[in-house]
């Protein structure tokens, strides 16, 4: 008899769909376990590997993939230790340096001696981390509402986030997407998704300090959220501005942190390739 499928694969599947139609799923080997990547684009485009935010999957990135993919190899990523089809085997994953050594191997498995890089949120940590510990392998860094990297969060959007950080259910993540995302209407099918990833057992999502963002050398894009809940959008920018003196910082009118990417997605895409070139 089949396995029965979990409802979050079921979920999985649904937003699978709403990819273009050659996209590529692979399962790429590291010592870590072997991760999902959803690859779209043209084979001699431009790499252009994008990280997620925390239970969001590589698949967020739907709603941009039709137009980031006209001009650039997209890997979107299912993150180590998350939700996702990537799975934990081998290497135990105790630590931000397990992190960067699991993408030194997802870009060797992928035959990236280099690319761009672009992270949401903790994805987006995730790529300054990965920047500052690789920077030849990286030719532009893209920071999409960025958490734990100019600043701490915000205490109320902590205190609304702890009911679903403590008692992880389906209803108390769609209540905190709701209050972060009001007005924005992100799609149906990945907010039900998310929702189900808080639930997913044995997540293990690696925190870690700010890093010295300082010492970034590659030309980086820092896009924040107008509305964003998780940090104040001007006081994130001013900093920014103060530790990337060369670095493009942008507001994205109307966005809230968890909106992202997917909301409106043609300001973010536009942004991205301007800077991209």
């Known amino acids: 008899m ?23 799923d692979r ?7 072997p991760t999902r990547v959803h690859v779209y684009g043209p084979r001699d485009g431009s790499p252009l590997v994008l990280l997620p935010g925390g239970s969001a999957t ?31 085997r081998g290497t135990p994953l105790k630590s931000a340096e397990d992190l960067t050594a699991w993408l030194d191997a997802l870009l060797d498995g992928l035959g990236l001696s280099r690319t761009h890089l672009c992270g949401h949120s903790y994805g987006a940590w995730l790529a300054v981390r990965y920047a500052l510990h690789a920077p030849w392998r990286v030719d532009r860094l893209a920071l999409v509402d960025p958490t734990q990297v100019f600043a701490g969060f915000r205490p109320g959007y902590l205190l609304r ?3 679903s950080l403590l008692r992880p259910s389906e209803a108390r993540a769609r209540a905190f ?50 509305h964003s809940l998780t940090h104040r959008a001007a006081e994130v920018a001013d900093r920014a501005r103060r530790a990337l003196p060369r670095g493009e910082v942008a ?13 409106a997605p043609e300001q973010l895409d536009d942004r991205l390739t301007d800077f991209l070139g």
């Open 161 to 163: 986030a702890l009911p």
């Open 251 to 263: 507001l994205l009118p109307g966005a809230t942190h968890h909106s992202l990417p997917l909301t």
């Open 58 to 88: 590589g698949l967020v990135w739907f709603a941009n993939a039709p137009a980031l993919g006209k001009r650039y190899r997209i890997h979107a990523v299912d993150l180590l230790g998350d939700a996702g089809r990537t799975e934990r």
């Open 27 to 33: 399962d790429v080997a590291t010592p870590y376990g």
């Open 177 to 226: 997407l709701a209050w972060e995302t009001a007005g924005t209407r992100p799609d149906g099918a990945w907010q039900r998704l998310y929702a189900l990833a808080t639930t997913v057992p044995g997540r293990k999502l690696i925190a870690g300090g700010r890093p010295p963002v300082s010492g970034l050398s590659m030309p980086v894009l820092v896009l924040l959220a107008e």
């Open 2 to 24: 089949p396995v029965p499928r979990s409802a979050f694969d079921l979920a999985y599947d649904e937003l699978r769909a709403r990819w273009p139609e050659s996209t590529e």
